[in-house]
């Protein structure tokens, strides 16, 4: 990419002055690509320093940032109210431009500040900060650091309030994708969403090329390496519990309160959070939470229900193919067919897993074929399953659950449930898209 984008200065400027990436072989099972681009851009991360989390009014308009290094204060050193009143915890994700490459066994992942010739925009949109809670009076999905019962989390249980088991403050599960969206839209408009499959894409590239890594499980690293540059991942996440213990302790209900990482501000990193002894074990369990770049638990904890995109499943009579779509309009989300959703591709029949994904000109994260492991290609685990007969419309689940362990990540699937489905661990996040 060595096209002349502007003169004037004190010599041409380049395309490549601009943007900064990852490269990586389809072949090759090591999941850390290679770093390609404007080399001091991995070091500065134009785009990545710009995502900041805030409290957003229901209008779209921004209330006030908070502060980049603690969350409980806003950006000017004053107390901020993270309850709502407010407004809702958001991460801020800024306008940036994309390009992605497929070129023969390469694959290449771009991202720059500037709108470079080949680059697509993905526009300004906000991710909630926590995993999303609901104001049960409204039901209105939200983004809160609230302990009073109007916000009681997981499938709204009082009776456990006083115990250690308790929901207050716990993000909302036992919801399926058709109410979570319904929920997110009480707060005003169609701009206000559930998860959203592009956000989610979106934040997962930025991780990859800010860490190089396509194991979002790596151990967390603080410390850059001999280049300035960021290494490792986000660590195992809230995903190391024995299943049977947890069902036996709540029923697979979240137990993380939201906010637990507000210490880290708008940075990367991981907080410790211990269920005591005597609940959820004989013994305390210490998990660790993290946070990339201000968004907690983008994986593990609970599933992430996610809208704007889905599959439908054929049964193998009915034509054997898995055909992913997706919708960039939020006002064309639905749970019925898939007018005015785009077809991105096929995805892997058996889960298992991914060892490549459908990239394509958006970047699709969906795998289109399993065979990797935990440590190799990206990592993460693929659910799904086929239909006997007929075709059936599945919605997309991200991140995996508490007791998934190695399975779980950013990249971590299942297209098992329809939009209906419900769990105890199915929760979902609160996203923000201005109109254009």
């Given at each position: 990419?060595?096209?002349?984008i ?18 990586w ?13 404007k ?30 290094n603690?969350?409980t204060?806003?950006?000017n ?8 009143a ?27 500040t ?56 716990r ?9 979570f ?22 934040l ?29 991942g ?18 697979y ?26 609940g ?7 998990v ?12 593990g ?7 704007g ?40 029949r ?6 490549e ?10 795998p289109?074929s ?16 086929i ?8 919605g997309?689940?991200f991140?995996?659950?508490?007791a998934?362990d ?7 699937a ?21 109109a254009a």
């Amino acid at each position: 990419m060595g096209l002349i984008i502007g003169m004037g200065g004190t010599r041409p400027q380049f395309a490549y002055d601009y943007y900064y990436g990852i490269e990586w072989d389809t072949s090759v099972s090591n999941p850390v690509p290679t770093r390609i681009g404007k080399a001091e851009l991995h070091a500065s991360l134009p785009v990545q320093s710009l995502i900041r989390r805030c409290v957003l009014k229901d209008n779209g308009e921004v209330n006030y940032y908070l502060h980049a290094n603690d969350s409980t204060k806003r950006d000017n050193g004053a107390a901020a109210n993270l309850t709502g009143a407010d407004g809702q915890v958001m991460v801020e994700l800024p306008d940036c431009y994309y390009r992605f490459e497929m070129d023969g066994l390469k694959r290449r992942a771009l991202i720059s500040t500037e709108p470079l010739p080949g680059f697509n925009k993905w526009n300004k949109a906000y991710i909630s900060a926590y995993e999303a809670a609901v104001q049960r009076s409204t039901s209105k999905l939200a983004s809160v650091v609230n302990t009073d019962a109007d916000y009681r989390g997981g499938n709204n249980t009082s009776g456990w309030d006083e115990t250690n088991k308790t929901l207050l403050g716990r993000p909302a599960t036992n919801i399926s994708l058709t109410n979570f969206r319904a929920y997110a839209r009480n707060r005003g408009s169609s701009e206000w969403n559930c998860n959203v499959y592009r956000l989610h894409k979106e934040l997962w590239w930025m991780f990859a090329i800010e860490y190089c890594n396509f194991n979002s499980q790596a151990s967390f690293n603080a410390a850059l390496d001999s280049n300035g540059y960021h290494q490792g991942g986000l660590g195992a996440g809230v995903t190391t519990l024995d299943g049977t213990k947890w069902n036996t302790f709540n029923g697979y209900n979240p137990f993380v309160p939201c906010g637990t990482t507000n210490s880290l501000g708008n940075h990367t990193g991981c907080v410790d959070y211990t269920l005591e002894a005597g609940g959820y074990d004989t013994n305390a369990k210490t998990v660790s939470v993290p946070s990339y770049r201000g968004v907690e638990n983008p994986f593990g904890h609970i599933w992430k229900w996610t809208d704007g995109c889905k599959v439908l499943i054929q049964s193998e009579a009915a034509g054997g193919l898995s055909m992913f779509y997706t919708c960039d309009d939020p006002a064309n989300f639905t749970s019925s067919g898939v007018s005015n959703y785009d077809y991105r591709g096929d995805l892997a029949r058996t889960g298992g897993y991914v060892k490549e994904i459908v990239l394509g000109e958006y970047g699709e994260i969906m795998p289109l074929s399993v065979g990797g492991g935990s440590t190799t290609y990206f990592c993460d685990n693929f659910y799904t399953s086929i239909p006997d007969s007929g075709t059936s419309e599945r919605g997309v689940l991200f991140g995996g659950a508490a007791a998934y362990d190695a399975y779980a990540g950013f990249v971590f699937a299942s297209t098992n449930s329809t939009a209906t489905g419900t769990d105890a661990y199915f929760g979902s996040r609160l996203c923000f898209i201005p109109a254009a």
